[in-house]
C-alpha cells in the first residue's frame, strides 16, 4: 500500500519511549490476511513476556488517530531448540470488522511498556469496484544476507497499492541459525514491507530443522492450526491455495520419503479445495486459481533437484500399493489450475502452457517483447527463486533447454503480479539490481 505523506511526522510524534526495557517492545510486526475480508492478523515478537498484546487502530480519515483497540492475551512463548534454547515471545492480535478497502494507522505494544511506530495497512479492498485489482509481489529463497531485492520491493510498496506479498519458501538462511538470531534479524529486516502488507507465505525446505518449529510458530496463516502449511484464500478474482512440497522428501534433503500418510492427507486436502473451487459460483467469483509450494514440479537448472528427474514424485506421484499415487500434475490440470508459483530453483523460468512435459503452444503471441497466452490448455509454471540469499553469488547459471521453457534468467529478481479482472492476468519479472524488465507476460482466459 501507498504510505501517507502523513506517516513520518504522526509515526515520530507517537513514539512511546517510556518503556521499563527494549526486549519488551514489539518488533518483527507483520500482517497476514483471514479467511474473512474484514480482518487483519497482526504478529509481533517480544522478547520479553508483556503478558497482555494490544493493537489501537484507526481509519485514516479520523481525527484524533487510534481510538480503537483490541486487547488479547494470545501470546506464545517459542523456544529455538539451539543450544542456548532461546525463548522468544509471539504476539497475535486479530482486527475484525474492518471497513472493506480502509486505510488504517495502527501501533502495537502495551500501556506498561510501550508502543511501536506508527503503521499503516489497507483493509483488503472490494475488487468489484472499476479499477480496483490485485497487485500482488511474489519470491521464494529471500535471505538475511545479500537480500538484493529488498530495497526495490520497498521502494514499489512506498509508492503503488501493493496488495500482498507471497514468499514461496525458505526464509532467513535460516530461520532456526545461531539460535534463532538470524530469523529475527531477517523478521526485522522485511518488517518495512511485512508491516504494512500482508505477507503470504508458504514452507521450504531450509526450513526442516526442528520439525519445521520457527516457521510452524513465527507466521500467522489462514487455517494456521495445522502450523502454516496447508491453507487457501480468495483475493479479487483469484483463489490461492498455499500448500508443502516438502511432504514428498526427507527433511530438507532430495531423497523421497516412506511416509505415505502425511502426502496422502494433503492431497485429500487440495481435492476439497478444488473441488470447492471449480463449484459453478466459487468459480464464476474466483476464476483465477492459482497454487504456491516450494520445490518446482519442472525446471531447466542443471543439478539433481526432483524438478529436473525424468519421474518426479511430486509431478508424477510415488509408487504405492503397486501404483503411482499423490502426483499433482494430473490434480492441477483436471481441476484446472490456472497458474502454479515455485521457488527452490534460485533463477527465474516460466514455462508455456505444460501438461506431462508437452508445452501447448496453441494461442500464443509476442507483441514487442510481451508474450500473450490466450485461453491456455494447461497451467502455467513459474519458479521465481531469486530475490537474493547467501547461497547466490551473482553468476550466470547453466539451463538445460527444454521445449516446454519459455523464459530463463539468473539474474536477481522478483515478481509482480497484477490480476486485472476476471479476464485477464499480468506478470512482470523485475531486475532487483537495474529495475529493468526479465520477462513480460499477459495470461487471457
Not at 95 to 121: A, D, I, N, P, R
Not at 241 to 270: H, M
Not at 391 to 409: H, T
Request: proline residues 5%.
Amino acid at each position: 500500500m501507498m504510505r501517507p505523506l502523513l506517516f513520518i511526522f504522526i509515526a515520530f510524534t507517537f513514539i512511546n519511549t517510556n518503556y521499563a526495557n527494549e526486549d519488551y517492545v514489539p518488533q518483527q510486526i507483520h500482517l497476514s490476511y483471514t479467511n474473512d475480508p474484514t480482518e487483519m492478523m497482526i504478529t509481533w515478537v517480544t522478547l520479553r513476556n508483556t503478558t497482555n498484546a494490544t493493537v489501537k487502530y484507526s481509519l485514516s480519515t479520523k481525527y484524533p488517530i487510534l481510538t480503537e483497540r483490541v486487547d488479547t492475551n494470545n501470546i506464545t512463548n517459542f523456544t529455538d531448540d539451539g543450544s542456548l534454547k532461546r525463548t522468544i515471545f509471539i504476539n497475535r492480535v486479530k482486527l475484525s470488522k474492518l471497513t472493506v478497502g480502509g486505510q488504517y494507522y495502527y501501533v502495537c505494544g502495551t500501556e506498561e511498556y510501550g508502543w511501536s511506530s506508527l503503521y499503516t495497512f489497507t483493509a483488503m479492498r472490494d475488487f468489484s469496484d472499476t479499477g480496483e485489482y490485485p497487485h500482488i509481489i511474489f519470491y521464494g529463497d529471500f535471505g538475511d544476507t545479500n537480500s538484493v531485492s529488498l530495497s526495490n520491493i520497498e521502494t514499489i510498496i512506498e509508492t503503488e497499492e501493493i496488495d500482498s506479498i507471497l514468499h514461496i519458501g525458505d526464509f532467513a538462511y535460516d530461520l532456526h541459525d545461531d539460535n534463532g538470531l538470524v530469523g529475527d534479524k531477517f523478521m526485522i529486516d522485511i518488517e518495512p514491507i511485512a508491516a504494512y502488507v500482508p505477507y503470504m507465505t508458504a514452507v521450504g525446505n531450509h526450513e526442516a530443522s526442528y520439525n519445521y518449529s520457527h516457521y510452524r510458530n513465527r507466521f500467522t496463516m489462514p487455517n494456521f492450526s495445522n502450523g502454516n502449511m496447508l491453507y487457501s484464500w480468495n483475493i479479487g478474482p483469484a483463489h490461492i491455495i498455499s500448500f508443502s512440497s516438502e511432504v514428498y522428501f526427507e527433511p530438507n534433503t532430495r531423497v523421497v520419503t516412506k511416509n505415505i500418510p502425511p502426502i496422502q492427507e494433503q492431497f485429500n486436502w487440495l481435492v476439497d479445495d478444488l473441488t470447492r473451487a471449480n463449484l459453478p459460483e466459487n468459480r464464476k467469483k474466483h476464476p483465477w486459481i492459482i497454487t504456491m509450494a516450494h520445490r518446482p514440479l519442472y525446471c531447466s537448472n542443471l543439478g539433481y533437484d526432483a524438478c529436473a528427474w525424468e519421474v518426479n514424485p511430486m509431478r508424477e506421484g510415488l509408487l504405492y500399493e503397486g501404483k503411482m499415487r499423490l502426483g499433482l500434475e494430473a490434480l492441477f490440470y483436471n481441476y484446472k489450475v490456472d497458474l502454479e508459483l515455485w521457488g527452490h530453483e534460485h533463477t527465474y523460468e516460466r514455462s508455456y502452457p505444460l501438461y506431462r512435459h508437452t508445452p501447448y503452444l496453441k494461442n500464443i503471441k509476442t507483441i514487442n517483447g510481451t508474450d500473450y497466452y490466450y485461453k491456455p490448455l494447461a497451467p502455467v509454471h513459474i519458479t521465481s527463486g531469486s530475490p537474493g540469499n547467501k547461497e547466490m553469488n551473482g553468476q550466470n547459471v547453466i539451463f538445460v533447454n527444454n521445449s516446454w521453457s519459455a523464459k530463463q534468467s539468473s539474474d536477481y529478481s522478483f515478481s509482480y503480479m497484477k490480476i486485472y479482472n476476471y479476464t485477464h492476468l499480468h506478470i512482470q519479472q523485475i531486475n532487483a539490481k537495474n529495475n529493468t524488465l526479465i520477462d513480460d507476460l499477459w495470461l487471457i482466459k
